[in-house]
C-alpha cells in the first residue's frame, strides 16, 4: 500500500509542474492556433492532378512463324521485342521529355494577382497577359523580386524593386531585360477569375533549366500494379489548369517519342533488309551459276533421272551381252555342224537362232536336203536330179557357212560394243555418290539462300506496312484530372501540429527549466534535500503590495505568517510558562528574506499581545532600517557591543508598525564585526532585556551562513533557529550545508520557512486568504 501511495505521489509530482501552469499550455495553443490558422490563410491551395496511361506491348512486327525469331536478336530489329515498363516508367521521369514537354507552354514566366492573403496564380483563359520568351541571356542573375505590370491602353509599364527605373514600352514589342529578350500580348481569351482582385499583378521569371528541374521534381511516376502496365502521372500544382496542361503534353509527347522511335526501327528494319535481300541475291546467283556450271560438266540435266538411266542401260547391256553371247555360240554351233554334216544330213532347225536369214536358209538347206534323200530311194547318186540337188545342197552350204560366219562377226561386233556401253554405265553409276554428294550441297545452298531471300522480301513489306501504319504506344485510360480536395496546405496537419507545438513548447520549456533549476522551487523540493521540519511558506509579493502585514490582515501573506508562527511555537520550549524565547533568524546568503521574514514574523508575535524585540544582528550588512528610512543613524547594537552605549533602554526604539513590536537596530558598520560578537556583550545584553521582563520574544536578525561565521557565533544564545530559504533561488547546494551544520550540532532545533513561493507552488496553506472579506483575485486583475 505504501508503494503504491508513493509512486502515486511521485507521479503527482511529476505533473505538477504542468498542471500549475495550465494557463501557459492554454495560451501558447491559442497562440500557436492563431499562427497555423494565418498560415493557412497566406498559403496557397495545392492540388493533385493525375492522369494514367495504358503501356501496349511495343512488338513492331507480328511474326506468323519462328523463322524470324533468331533476327531480333540483331540490333537494327530489337525493337521487335517487348520493352520493360521499369524503362517507360523511366522515359517518363526523363528530364529530356520535361524538356520537350515545357517547350509548348510558357512555364517560365508566372503570373499572379495580389490578393489580400495569398496571391492567385494566373493561367490560361484567368491570365491576362500572355508573355513569350524570345531569348534568354546567359551568366545573369535572375530577378529574386517580383515584376509589376501595369498597362494603360496599349502603355505597358514593366516596374521592379531590383531595377533603377521602369521600363515603359507597348504590347507586342521586343523587351530587353537585364535576365532575357520577352514578348508581352494581350490575351484574346482572357476572362477573369471571380471574386479576385486584378489590381496588382505580376509575374516571376526563371531559366529554362531551372523550370525544367522544378517540375521533374515535382513530376511522380508509379505503377498502378505491379503487375500491370499501367502507369500514373501526378503533380501537386497551386494551377488546376495548368497541372493539366503539363501532364497531357507529357503524355503526349512520350506518344511522339514512341511513333517516332516505330518508324526509325521500322526505316531502318527496311533498310537492313534491303541489304540483306541484295546480297542473298547475289549469293543465290552465285550459287545457282555454280549449279549450272556443275550440270554443264557433268552433262547432266537431272542427276536422279541419269543415274536411274544408267542403271537401266547398266541391265539392259548385261542382258543384250549375254543374248549376244548365245547367239554367238548358236552361230558357231551350226557352222561346225555344217562343215562335219555330209551332203545327206540336215542341219538343226529350232535351237534359238535370232537371224531370220540363216533360219530361212537352214529350213531351205534342210528341204533340198530332204528332197536328195528322197530322191535317192529310187534313184542313183548319179541321178541327174541327184547331182543337181548336191550341188545345190553344195552350194547352199557354201552360202549358209559365209551367212554364219557374218552373224558371228556381226555378234562378235555388237557383244563387244554391248560390253563397252555396259562398262560405260558402270562406270557413271559408281560416280553418282560422289556427284550427288556435290549436287546436293549446292542445291542445299541454293535452297537456304532462296528461302531466305523469300523470308526478307516478305519481310521488308511487313516493315513498310508498319512505317504506314504507327499507333500510340501510350493509350490514355484518364485524361489529366484534379482532385476535389487539396494536398497543401493540410488544415489537419497544420492545425494540429499548431495545438501539438503549442503543448510541446511550454511542456519543453518547463522540462528543461526543471531539468536544469539548480534551486529549490516548492516545499517539495525541500523535503527531497532534508529532514529538518518545513514549518511555513511565506507567498511571494506581489506588485505594489505591501511588505510588511498589518493588524487584522487577511491576506494570503498574513495568513502565512500566522501559520508559520502557529508552527513555530510548537518547537519553542514551554518548560517555564513567562520565559523569554529567542528565535534566531538566517539565511545561506544574501538576498533570501531574513530581515523580511524577521520583521513580519515580528509584526504577527506582536498581535497577539505579545511583546517582540527584533534585534538587526547582521552588523555587516544592516536591512532593518530599510523599513524605517529615518533611522538609520540610530544607535544599535554596535554602539552596544563597542561600549559605547550600556543601557539596553537607550538602543530600543518603537518599530512603528506595531505598539507591541519595538527594534534595536544594527547601528553603525563595525571594521570588526566578528570580535563585537564575541566579546560577551551580546549575552549581557541579552540578559538585560530579558531582565526587564518585558519582552515575551527576542527575534535576532543574522547574516548568512554561507558568507561569514557571524551567525554560528551566536546560535547558541537561541531557542529557535529559523533558516529561511527563498523559491528560485536558494541553491540546492546549500541545503548540504545547512545538514552538515545540523549534523555537527552547530545549529540546534532547527526549522525552515520557504520564501517568495509563487501562488501557484504552494504545496499547502491558505491560497487567498481568509474572512468574510476575503475574495479570490481574478486572473484578469492581474493584467488591468
Known sequence: MDSKSNKEINFKELINPY????????????????LAFYFLKTRSQVFKAQTSVFIKDAKKMTMASGDIGMLQGLSGLSGMGTNSIENEIGVFESKTIVEDALKEHNFQTAIYAKQRFNDLELYGVTSPYIIHIIQEKKDVELPEKNINIETNGNKLVLSCEEWEKDITTTFNQTINLPFAFIMVSKNPNFKAPKKAQMSEIYFTYDNFENTVNNFQESLMVDLLDKDGTIITLSVD?????????????????????????????SKRTKEFIDRRISLISQELGDVETQKEKYKTSLNIVDLPSEAKINLTLKEKSKAEVLELGTQLEL???????????????VLPLNIGLENDAAAKSIQEYNMIVLQRNKYLQEATPDNPVVKDLNKRIEEMKSSLSETLQKNITSLELARNNMQSQ?????????????????????????????????LLLEKREEAAISMEITSEKARVIDKAFVFKKPVAPNKKLILGGGILLGLLIPFVIIYLKNLLQSTIITRSDLTKLTSLPIIAEIPKLKNKEN????????????????????????????????????????????????????????????????????????????????YNPSMKSAKGLTEFLSGEELDPNEIIHPSGYNENCDFIYSGAIPPNPTDLLQNGLLDKLLSQIKAINKYKYIVLDTAPLLLVTDSFLIADKSDAIIYVTRSEVTEKSYIDFLNNSVEDNKLKNVSIVVNGVKESNFGYGNKFGYGYNAEEEKWWKKYF
Open 331 to 345: 552361230n558357231k554351233i551350226l557352222q561346225n555342224s555344217l562343215s562335219k554334216k555330209g551332203s545327206g544330213d
Open 19 to 34: 498542471l500549475k501552469n495550465w494557463k501557459y499550455f492554454l495560451g501558447m495553443v491559442i497562440l500557436m492556433g492563431l
Open 547 to 626: 511588505a510588511l502585514v498589518s493588524f487584522n490582515d487577511v491576506s494570503p501573506m498574513a495568513e502565512a505568517f500566522r501559520i508559520f508562527v502557529t508552527n513555530l511555537k510548537f518547537l519553542l520550549p514551554s518548560n517555564e510558562k513567562d520565559a523569554v524565547h529567542t528565535i534566531l533568524v538566517t539565511s545561506s546568503v544574501k538576498g533570501e528574506g531574513k530581515t523580511f521574514i524577521s520583521t513580519n514574523l515580528s509584526i504577527i508575535l506582536a498581535s497577539s499581545r505579545s511583546k517582540v524585540l527584533v534585534i538587526g544582528a547582521d552588523v555587516r550588512n544592516p536591512q532593518l532600517q530599510r
Open 237 to 265: 500544382f497551386e494551377n488546376k489548369d495548368k497541372a493539366k496542361d503539363f501532364l497531357n503534353t507529357l503524355v503526349r509527347q512520350y506518344n511522339i517519342y514512341s511513333i517516332n522511335d516505330k518508324n526509325i526501327e
Open 422 to 454: 555396259l562398262g560405260s554405265s558402270e562406270s557413271m553409276i559408281s560416280k553418282i555418290p560422289t556427284h550427288e554428294k556435290l549436287f546436293r550441297s549446292i542445291e542445299r545452298q541454293q535452297q537456304i539462300k532462296e528461302s531466305l531471300y523469300l
